[in-house]
């Protein structure tokens, strides 16, 4: 998740959804933590965020190649809102 973030996403949305990003960030840590999984997953943000280097270089060939505009992209992820019902993670039988 977090590498598809950081490499696809043109800066100028990149700002705008960071807060919301990290929003579910938090939310994720806290659902694993729940389950006492938490510094595992605190663990794995942590290593890839270390990993940034390698990334950056890659995100610069695509962003170069980009040729969609920011509205346009950002009317692609507008669309798509991801409910309660969709979130990665155990499903639970609605019987």
Known sequence: MEWAFLKNLPM???????????????G???YWTARGKGRVVLRAKIDA???????REKRREIQAKRRASLRYIDSLIRRRRVSCSERPGPRRSTR
């Open 28 to 30: 994720w840590l806290g």
């Open 12 to 26: 100028g949305l990149m700002w705008k959804y960071l807060p919301l990003h990290c929003l579910y960030i938090v």
């Open 49 to 55: 965020l270390q990993g940034w280097r390698k990334v």
